[in-house]
Structures are given as C-alpha cells and as structure tokens.
C-alpha cells in the first residue's frame, strides 16, 4: 500500500512534515498509548504535525505492515494494520479519503518482552518435573493472605465492580501486583441490591469482559443476578486479589517516596496499604444524587433513591411517584405498574427514547452481534472500530441513524409525544451514544416501559419540577399535588470526580477537574472540547491516580490501555506524556 | 464431488447395493446415532450394504452437500460434509481412495425443530416487553426447588462429576428435565479431595466442556483445585439441576410404566425419584480396588486406596509402599518422595510410559493446540477427526506414532529399563490411547516421576507381587520383605458395569454384560470384536438404562450423542436401532 510506505518511509527518515503531509487538513489521528503515551486525538494536520515533531524521535515507530487486504467503500479506504515502537506492539485501523488519511488510529496492543499469560503463553499449570512444596491453590491462597499485608500491592483499585474486576484481571496477566478493595460482601452484589426486574440494556456481544467471553447459551438481556454470578465467578477464575467488605476511606499521597498511603475499613478494622498507583473505579454510579426538597423530612411515607429501590411487589394498590424520567425511572416505573402500584413519573427536562430492538437492529449489529461474528468482526475488531471513529466525528456519523430511528419508529415516539413525554434526540440531533459520552445519562433504552406510559399504565406528569413535599404528598411545579406513599428519586449519580474530593482532598479534585465527558459545551458537559473522555483511564494531573469506569464495553476496551500504562511505570520503561 | 453425487442418487432411489458399491472392500462406515440411532462402525462393504438395506426406508438421507473444498494428501481425499435425514442434521468426514469410500463418519448435529438455544437462538434474558411475576434468579431457583419433588426429571444422571455435568447441560440446551444426584457437597469434591500435587495429564485444549471454554489464561495441565472450581462454576452457569450429598442406593425398572423408581439418600433424608431414564455416569475411577492381601488386618500401619490418599507432606522420614505402577501410583511416589518420604514402588507387570512433553509433540499437537486451531481445527472438529478413525484402524495408525516416540525418547527409556522398570507399548505397540480404549488403564503420562525412578529416588521392586502383609512390612512373592509405615494401594477402579450390579441388580448387570473396552482380545479386554466402547453412549439391553463416562474429551464430545439420543425419545421421535 502506497500510502503505508510513504508513511513509514517519512517516519523512518524522521521527517514529520513529510509524515503529516500524508493527513488531510481535516484528518484525525487517534491514538491510544503509542506516541503519545496517553488517550489523545490529533484534530487536523497541523495537530498532527505537532505532535510527531514532539514525539518521534523517541517513539521510533516501524515495522507498518497490512494485516490483511484494504477494502474500499464509498470512496473511503480501510486498512488494518499492524506497527510496532520502541517499546510496544501496536494495531491501527486506516481510512484514506482522495489518497490522504482520514482518520487514524493507533491502539497499543502490547510491550515488547511483556507480553500477556494466554494462548501459547499460558501457564503450565503442572510443575516441570517434580518438587515439593505448595501446589497451585495453596501458593494462590498464599498470595491473596499477603498481599496489602505483607506484601505492597503496586496498583490499589477502588471498586469491584465489572471495571475493577476487568482492569485487575488485565494487571494480573501483567504480573502487576494489584489489590481491589470493595465496599460490598461478594463481587456482583452491587447488582443482586438493584430491583428485581433489572436486566443489562446491551446485549451480550456487547457485554464481553477479558479473556473469558460469556459462554454461547448466555442470554441477550443478562439478568441482573446472572450478570453478579458471573463478576463473582470471573474474580475466582481470573485469581483476583480482592479485600471485600472493605471500604476506603482516605488515600493521600506522599510525593517524596511516589506513593500513595491508602486507609481503609476491612470488616471494620482500620488498616494501611501503600501502593504506587491508585485507581478509583468506583463507576458512574457510585455516588447517588439525592436533591434536597423542601419539606422532605416531613414527609411521612417512605422516600429513597433508585439505587435503594428493591422492587415493585410490596407496593400493590399504592400511590408511588418516580421524580425522573431516565433508564432507571423507567425500570422502575414499569416494575411498579405490573405489580399493582399507582405510579406517577415526573419528567422534568426531556429524555431521549430508543427502542432497544431498534438499537440492536441498526446499531449494535453491524459490530455486536452473531451476524457480526459471522462477518469476522470479533469483540476486539468490534472495539478497535468504535475507537477509531474520533469524537469530533462520532456526533456527525451518529445523526443519520438517529434520522433513521426516527423515522423506523416514528408511530411510536408520536404515541409517546401525545402522552405528554418530552423527547429529544441529542441536543445536536446526535443520539444515545453522545449522551453517555457528554453526560453519562439523559436517556432510556425502552423494554416497554414506554408503551405503558402511552397507554397511561404509568401515569406522566412531565415538564413540572418538584417544589416541594407534604406529610404525605409531592407538590408540582405547577401546583399539580401528587399524594404518595413511596417517592422514589431516580436523580442519577454525581460525578467520578467526587470521589477524589471525598477520598483525597479538595485540592486534588480540582486540580484533575472533571471527569467523564467531551467539553462539547452542551447539558451538563461544559467545555472546552476535549476531544476525549477527561481524565479516564490517561494520566491526571494529579501523578499516580488514575480514573476507570463506563459500561462492560468501555470497562473491557480501556482497562487495556489503563493496564499497560500501569505496567510500563512499574518496568520503569519511559512513558513521555505528549500534551498539546 | 463425483463420489458424494453418486452416493446421493443411490440413497435417493433407495439402491442399497449402488451406494455400498461406493465402498471399498475394507472400508469403515462409523456412525453416531444418524443412520443406525446408535453408535455403530459398519466394517467392510457387505456390513454398509446391510445396514443400509435395513434402515435406508426410514432415515431418508438428503442434501448432501461439501462444507468447504476437498483436501488430498497421499492419495487419500478428505471432505467435510453436511447432511440431513428425516429428523436431524449431520456432518460427515469422508476419505476416499482410489475414488472409492475408505472411511466414513456420520455424526448427528441436532435433532430438526429442537435446535441448541445458543448462538442466534440463545434466550432473550430480558422479557420481551414488561410483566409481573419472578425474575430469571426466582424462576431458576423455582425449577430446583421443584424437580424431583413436584416434578418428575426425565432423566436423573447418577454422577455428578465431568461426565454427568457435561450431558445435564446439553439435555438444558435441549429442555430435558434432568436430575443429578451426586455424593458430594459441592461439584469438583472428587477431584479436591485427591492428593495434593494432582493435575490434569492432557493439555487444556483436549479438556474443553461443551458451550464454556477455559479462558485463554488457564492452564495447560489443570491443578485440581482448580478443575474442581470450574466443575462448580459449570454447574452454575449451565444451571444445572442437582441434588449434592445425595447417595443413589437403589434403582429398578418398571417395564410396565416404562419409568424408573431410584431410591436416594439426600443428606441422610431417604426419597424416591421417578423418571424415564436413568444415566450412570459414575465414572471409571468410581469404585476402588482394593486387594485382598493376606494378613492385611494385622498390618499396624496405615493402608489406603490412592482415592484416598491426600498427599505425600505427613509422610517425612517414614517408609511407603506403593502397590501399582500406572498413573495415580506415578504421581503418588513421586509427590512422598519429594516431601522426603523413603518410598517404595511395587511394579508386577509392565506399564506404558509415555512423556506429557512427547505425546503433546507428537499425539495431541496437530489436533488440540494453539498451532491447531491457526490451522483452523476447533476443539469440535479435532473431536470428529479422532472420531472418524474407525477403532478397528486406530491400532494400526497408532502403531507408527509410538515407534516415532520409543525413538524420541529412547535413552529416557533407556534409563527406565535400567532401573528395573517393565515398559511396553501396548500387546502389539499401539500405545496409550488404544490401553485407555481397551482396559482403561496400564499406563502412565510422565510428568517426572519416571527420572525419579530412574535415579533411584523413588525405589523400584518389579516382576513381582505383593503375597503377604505382617505387622510393619510387606512381603513380595520374591521373598523381599519391605517395611512399611503407610501403604497406598494404586490398584486401580472396576468396572462401570458393577455399578448397575450396585445399583439395579445381578440380572440387570449381567444382562448388559462389561462397559468399555473394544473387545480387543487382549489383557482386561476380552473378545468378542465390537468395534466399539461397549454400552457406552448407546442404548443397553436394559430399557432406559445408559452409561456416561470417560476423561474430559469423551465426556465432552459422547455426551452430545447421549443427550440427542434421550431428547428424540422424550419427543417420541421414532429412533429404530440397527443391530446387524
């Protein structure tokens, strides 16, 4: 390929302007930890050459080759390929427009003498020839009783959630030594809490985590305990060291010694860890947000946010008011009606609506699904073409399916409409997608719930906020008196970056800022552009803490990136950090 | 492909003697349960030609049809086919020489209109729309609950081992209502309770269950702790129905009501179980051998079986004798010896020694490897390859392989035989698998214990037997007298067969006559000829009495077979057996 080996020609011969004279103006260069040693998109030939002029001398890329015949469509050329640094192995997908690049991404894949325990380098398992001492589960049991004890864990992960458990695994096929701390009893009990009827709104292509895919009889729509069975089971198999029924409680860092002092609660004793990195997985949704409502603590019947709701069953014959009107209220809402209740949700701003049939069929499918895998586009394929498309982009390529969703689902969003629901579709037209990215909510993947709010099987109050509460009633914006004798607030969760102002300092919060979101300057996700999500799984401003979360997708593509960053510090092999 | 078009024309127009005449003379057609609802090798044209006359009416074979481009290797054209009869789908793996059928498989794929639920067919999770009512946790725990007591299994599967784990979740896949009763606490006790440096002998590539590879992390030779915690996960994940602490006492059939009555201990409360058929699934190694030594109950040290021997760390500075010379007593000496035991193996005739490190080169590597499935062959296509061997064949293809092996390896047997040790390579040099077809037994994988032999730190008597026991020794037929603190008894397991002695009765038993074995006319292996593993995987001359056993490969792929035979009874399909 031509434009392959003039590229590596120009890399090889150090000259950037030759190598950026190979990107269009309005070209994107996405990489993931090979030049830049963060989670970076270069916006434009001139950001390209900025940062190769920086970069290059010490990346010392090669090796660029094909990994199978490009393909073209629509006057876009698509090429995988595969290169390698001075430190690491790396996979890039191309796509050449009029012969100049388009977008580029370049992913890491491995470090060179580093490379992962699978495949052909799995372990023996047996000893070779014979010796005495611990077999494999007593050397296992040994490892887990020392580590944070005896033994200092290099990487201290906060959460034991589906991201935790998937970074922790990548660490331990690393050799880096890493201890999960949990508030919770068993790995998946954030999940068996949740209400009954809660199934996962991906599907299970989407849904893989690292080295052990769901085996081919698992449900689409995992249910929630299936989904807290298998984060249990994959912390047994992957021999994750992990301290549950632990919470942390302060963690600060001593920048003499490059090490954080990490306290905890372990079964209520207080204890001391050290690590060199400190991860906070504690998701999206570890933090509720319940608003202050006047009058709330006179209000004599139950109230409680949506993480606390157990399920509809005990509420037949009741008057319940969800105040929300995103995934969980929905949920929640429906699990009410069935099983009896009165419920009324209250939307306040608009939310967006898709049809999880719709989302799958024209979506999902094309990447996630057995028709995808019958085309060869495995889960890791998948994942590499979701990244390669840049977020600048990714706004403009979503807005034409979204059209089509419109249009495929057209009655049923007027159904919705004449009920009284506020919809909208991004404030750009943009879809679901950009909103999880901007916001990390304002939507509702529908199961149903929608149809009962059109046929009025959950009652609507939309565009009224609360005003405030009564002995045993919710008083509208509108005056509207809805009585109640459970109000559950289904208000979301506040940002990640609250955990370091809770579990670090202020100081240390503001200094890293937000993270999550674009800075596409729209609700909630002010700017400026990033271009990235900020401060995930990339370094921070403040050195040794690192921020993991995002689905199963995101908890399974990024703790790839986040774990060989992790491992390259800990073989102290250089990792200049490119900034703009 | 001439051949199959012809085949195809002679079996649409019915013309048994035009489709045999495709055969060679001294061709083997081996069939599971397409053509002859059992698990049958045809050997020699007049044996097709019979066996198609009889059943041709019947199966209506059609739609023939190569899977991908026929291969040619000295001289011999294979082809990968599918075809369907008048209730299932089939693949088939042809080789012909000299343009006419040398060998032929026919291997049920599912059953027409009771397809597996995985892949594209695999359930939703989530319910389509919203309702009341248990959850997927509450409805799976509601089966459990209710088989056996409210509702009759159809098929109760004594055995919970890999065996009866790998059929329950196939007769799932199926929507057989299946029981399995099981002694132990928990599935994988069998193997936590062995002794201590215990690891699979066959490489993880050969040990896949059905539907839930190992993760590309786990081992090549599985600790058994570790294969134990994965037989507990399968049962989870598959949600398998099973009683554990449940002890089968009694079995009998009632021709009449076409049922079985099974009589259990479950935690010591005694119950009755009806159900269709009934699977012994308890294993080769589930019923110890144990010798009757003279003297024996004066003997003032400890004896065991090696079932019950839990690992060689009590044993520093004291004197054991290990009665055997086959795997378990292998792995047994070498694990005291290492702790520093003075031990004593106790060899009366020769064994087959065969080195993991060879047989994975030579044996395994082009069918169950990394390099294996690059070349694209899966776990269940290695699984067919082996299976379209013809057992009358596999003797002779096998011959050559362990001559490659004896001159791989031979100053290491070199060594052995200095020692004292008694090799062979099977009666007529047809090696390890042909010994595990034929007896089940007489051999050993070398994982070290044999360089331990050979320099004398595992001590050798051979050529002899044990005739006495006195308070502190044992005596051999040679006079030596040994003394002995503890004594292992690797004397190896009966037959399956005597579990329906066991279970059902003498008459029953007898009636059936031995499980396993070929018929091979040679040691433990009486004739007459069968061709196949007797009463294994197909019907018995006991109504609704099965057997299911042997190591993870056979477990995996022969359980397909058994659970498509059960579910085409239980959907009253008709499924006529051919017996010649």
Known sequence: MRWLQQFDKALEEGDSSAAANLFAEDSYWRDLVTFTWTIKTMEGRDQVAAMLESVLGGV?????????????????????????????????????????????????????????????????GAPVGISA???WSARRDQELAEIGIETDPYVLIVGGGQGGLALAARLKQLDVPTLIVDKFARSGDQWRSRYESLCLHDPVWYDHLPYMP????????????????????????????????????????????????VEVSRNGEERKVFCKHLVLATG??????????????????QLWHSSQHPGGDA????????????????????????????????????????????????????????????????TERADLIVASLPYRLFAELQKPLYAKIREHDAEFYERLRAAGFMLDFGEDGSGLMLKYLRRGGGYYIDVGASDMIADGRIKLKSNVSV???????????????????LVVCATGYSSMGDWAAQLI????????????????????????????????????????????????????????????????????????????
């Open 467 to 485: 005003r405030e509460m009564t002995e045993n009633a919710v008083i509208l914006s509108d005056g509207t008196e809805l009585p109640a004798d």
């Open 60 to 124: 010392k890329p090669s090796s660029w080759q094909l990994i199978e015949s490009a393909t073209e469509e629509g006057g876009i050329i698509s090429a995988w390929i595969e290169f390698e640094t001075a430190t690491a192995r790396g996979l890039s997908l191309l796509r050449l427009r009029n012969g100049l690049c388009w977008t580029f991404l370049t992913a890491i894949k491995e470090l060179k003498g580093h490379e992962e325990w699978i495949g052909r380098r799995r372990p023996r």
């Open 315 to 378: 509420w037949r014959g009741q008057k319940v008011v969800v105040i929300g009107a995103n995934n969980s209220a929905h949920d929640i809402c429906s699990d009410l009606a069935v099983n009896g209740a009165d419920v009324t949700m209250v939307q306040r701003s608009s939310t967006l609506v898709a049809r999880s049939s719709t989302l799958m069929e024209f979506a999902l499918k094309p990447l996630y699904s057995e028709d995808a895998l019958d085309a060869g586009i495995t």
């Open 214 to 261: 769901f085996p081919e009889n698992w449900p689409v729509y995992t249910p929630k305990d299936k989904i807290a069975e298998w984060l249990e089971i994959y912390e047994k198999v992957m021999e994750l060291d992990c301290w549950h029924s632990t919470t942390c409680t302060h963690a600060s860092y001593d920048q003499q010694a490059g090490r954080w002092t």
């Open 284 to 301: 999206a949704s570890g933090f509720p947000n319940l608003p202050a409502i006047e009058g709330m603590d006179r209000f004599q019947g």
């Open 505 to 580: 300092s202020k100081e240390v919060a503001d200094k890293i800022g937000p993270c999550w979101g674009l800075g596409s300057d729209t609700t909630n996700d002010p700017g400026p552009w990033e271009g990235e999500l900020r401060n995930m799984w990339k370094p921070t401003a403040q050195e040794g803490l690192w921020f993991h979360g995002g689905n199963l997708h995101y908890s399974r593509h990024y703790s790839l990136y986040l774990a060989l960053q992790l491992k390259a510090r800990m073989e102290k092999i250089p990792t200049p950090v490119y900034s703009a």
């Open 133 to 135: 001492g611990p077999n």
